[in-house]
Nanobody
């Protein structure tokens, strides 16, 4: 079993920044990919960013150039979010691929508003 705990969400003004963290525990000996999804009310969950074990990253076009995903090469992943926009408002979920199984955390709310 894998457990993921996100932290770092909150309320931020447009143009501001937040840094999300995710700590993984449990059966995490074969993590292939870590990353982040987000879901706004009434919308589908969408992939925001991923990072592989080699450090290779991918980003959604909507966040490219503003968000940066990183990991500590073991069990933690981070999402630095800059130049935040109201449309970034969503629940952000940590994601890991363990072998062929995906897991998500419980989510952390990010609200971008004045």
């Amino acid at each position: 079993q894998v457990q993921l705990v996100e932290s770092g969400g909150g309320l931020v003004q447009p143009g501001g920044s937040l840094r999300l963290s995710c700590a993984a525990s449990g059966s995490i000996f074969n993590i292939i990919v870590m990353g982040w999804y987000r879901q706004a009310p009434g919308k589908q969950r969408e992939l925001v960013a991923t990072i592989g074990n080699s450090g290779r990253t991918t980003y959604a076009d909507s966040v490219k150039g503003r968000f940066t995903v990183s990991r500590d090469n073991a069990k933690n992943t981070f999402l630095q979010m800059n130049s935040l926009k109201p449309e970034d408002t969503a629940v952000y979920y940590c994601y890991v691929l363990v072998g062929v199984r995906p897991y998500w955390g419980q989510g952390t709310q990010v609200t971008v508003s004045s």
